[in-house]
Nanobody
């Protein structure tokens, strides 16, 4: 069993930077890939970025060049560095772990509770 805990979300202004963390506990060896998803009020959950254990990264087009996903396997932690934040980036951000990298939420077995990011314009 794996537990994922996100942290780092808060209220920021447009243009600011923020780093989210996703720490895994339990049996992190089960997780080959970690993805970040987000959900804004009234919208569907959206893929943001993902990283494999080997460090291969994938992003949704809207965050390319602004967000960077990385992982520290020794700390069982995945980070999402978000720069040049926009009002549209405000959402509840979830991290998810699973056996393969995917932009589809159904590919991930384990989910955290989410961390709230709010961006004021």
């Amino acid at each position: 069993q794996v537990q994922l805990v996100e942290s780092g979300g808060r209220l920021v202004q447009a243009g600011d930077s923020l780093r989210l963390s996703c720490e895994a506990s339990g049996d992190p060896a089960e997780i080959y890939a970690v993805g970040w998803f987000r959900q804004a009020p009234g919208k569907e959950r959206e893929f943001v970025a993902a990283i494999s254990r080997a460090g291969n990264t994938f992003y949704v087009d809207s965050v390319k060049g602004r967000f960077t996903i990385s992982r520290d396997n020794a700390k069982n932690t995945v980070y999402l560095q978000m720069n040049s934040l926009k009002a549209d980036d405000g959402a509840l951000y979830y991290c998810a772990g699973g056996p393969r990298v995917s932009a589809y939420s159904t590919a991930y077995k384990y989910w955290g509770q989410g961390t709230q990011v709010a961006v004021s314009s």
